[in-house]
């Protein structure tokens, strides 16, 4: 039998598990941890790269080449805003530069080795396969990867990429809150079907997930979060508090000491972590915070209570992406049955009091918050090699995606239909005797295609002569498991047929998504009334063709005085009353039409 392992590929921890006796379990590694850090370092000691807990232990000796939160990296591009945005604001010590092997790429240094952000997953990747191995006893070739919900193509691409340097077959790159759900939901096979909110806050993402489980496949009804919040905000705060309680001049030499920094990261960490059972902790560090620092034998008391008025921030921006998954999903608040904690960050006491405030409930803590995505991913293991079946489950579109239509969005698949989706419509050409028509995609939600973002486009050539909106050419929206889009257009007199895969996709950062769509919210009114002139410019084009053919074809059948009045309603091009032209042709082509039906019957009796 294949055995396929389940990967959560954590910015900050990684798990991997496997499906045994009916459930999901946890592989631990070969000193019994369940979480391997995800981090690869150099070991000063010996020249080796070092990959998770050891990795990890020698990090503050070795800020330089020890490699951590790679998965912001994962399928970007260096000169990327969000790139350099992190650059700044993550404390990346390590050396991130442009890729000299592939233009435009990001490359880290580790030592004197220069690694791709898919040749440092992979490592990590290899060491979850070589402890599974140890585990089971035998060689493991293929695997499901968790990613976090807003991963655009490329991310997705790059987290292949690199299951693949590791030896190991993706079978499916699965979103982190959609695992976590399934992890949670094949429990819940049994009952009836259940509203779910999952709020996954880990160390360097947040992602909140609206579901509907239980008997039949599951739904994903909306999802958002933001991929630039979590847990390390929070070490980083207590770093600046232990600079802050510092002060003066040693502060600013601590500033700038790479060593003691990386230090008082590790510290500041811990003392978040048991403030989760302890009301107080004490911030202690006996030796020399660095070979050049000054400040020795360093000892703070952090409150629990102070810990929450700096996590307060941190709490509220996770609280607008929940509003605002509910707004998508339709649903109000009440109608959530159960709340699904996800990622080691919602251990924190004050983060579970602020989603059962905002929830009206607790919480549900009865699967690990580390070990849930792993977990999940191990179910749709088990799913694809067919050994657990009943189950099925579907992403979301995050975006509304189309095509230009005469600088409007035709919409094809709206926002938050679950995936895979596959959406067709058809369309014709706009002049006689046209060649070829245009695809051009879109993504976003506002009306004109100018204020949305293009995704890609293609020329469909070698349609054959014919008049005006006669060929049809079937454009085909294609949203498979991953989440990766492809568009074809065929022409279906010729058969002759185009498709493209867009590797830029979904490519917008959270933020950016949120920017959209508040913008499109904030345009809304706007955007109803110029579709509202839209519909009747279309309205009209329509009559007009009709009233023209009407002309051209029954003329002589129509009372003169008739014919005057549509001609010169014709001529109006560019009419300033709308709404009183299409009232006017509206009654001409249904005065014509009479007219015709009379002398029609007339004719046959
Ligand atoms: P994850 O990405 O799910 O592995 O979560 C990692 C984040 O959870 C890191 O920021 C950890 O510091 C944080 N974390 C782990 N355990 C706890 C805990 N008991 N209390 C608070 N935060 C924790």
Known sequence: MTEILGIDLGTTNSAVAIWRDGKPQIIPDTDGYILTPSVVALDPANGQVVVGRRAYAIAAENPHSTIYSIKRFM?????????????????ILYEVEESKRRRGGIEVAVGDKHLTPQEVSAKILQKLKADAEAFLGHEV????ITVPAYFHDSQRQATRDAGRLAGLEVKRVLSEPTAACLAFGYKKLTQARQKIAVYDLGGGTFDISILEVGRGPFRVRATNGNTHLGGDDLDQLIVKWILDEIGGEKKSQLQEDLIALAHLRVAAEQAKIDLSS??????????????????????????????????????????APCRQALQDARLPVDDIQEVLLVGGQTRMP????????FFGKEPNVT??????????????????AGIATGLKLADVVPLTLGVNSKGRMDTIIPRNTPVPVVKTKIYSTAYENQESVEVQIYQGERLLVADNVKLG???????????????????AFRVDPDGILHVSAKDLRTGNFKEITITDSMRLTEAEIKDMLREAEECAAEDAAMRQQAEMEEQIEQLVKRLKRLLAE???????????????????????????HVVLLENLWQQGSDVLSSWEKGQSV
């Open 367 to 384: 699967v690990n918050p580390e070990e849930v995505v792993a977990q999940g991913a191990a179910v749709q293991a088990a799913m694809l």
């Open 141 to 144: 070739t293929q695997a499901v």
């Open 457 to 475: 486009g293609f020329i469909l050539g070698g349609i054959e002569p014919a008049p005006a909106g006669e060929p049809e050419i079937e454009v």
């Open 554 to 580: 029954k003329k002589g059948m129509l009372p003169e005085e008739m014919v005057t009045v549509i001609c010169e309603a014709l001529e109006v091009t560019s009419p300033a009353d709308w709404q009183e």
């Open 350 to 357: 004050a983060i579970r009091k602020a989603v059962e405030d």
């Open 278 to 319: 302890e009301d107080e902790v004490r911030v202690q560090i006996a030796q020399s915070l660095s070979p050049a620092s000054t400040v020795r034998n360093l000892d703070l008391t952090l409150t629990r209570a102070q810990l929450q008025a700096m996590a307060e921030v941190l709490i509220t921006q996770t609280l």
């Open 75 to 91: 399928g970007r591009r260096f000169l990327e805003d969000v790139v350099q945005e992190d650059l700044q604001k993550c404390r």
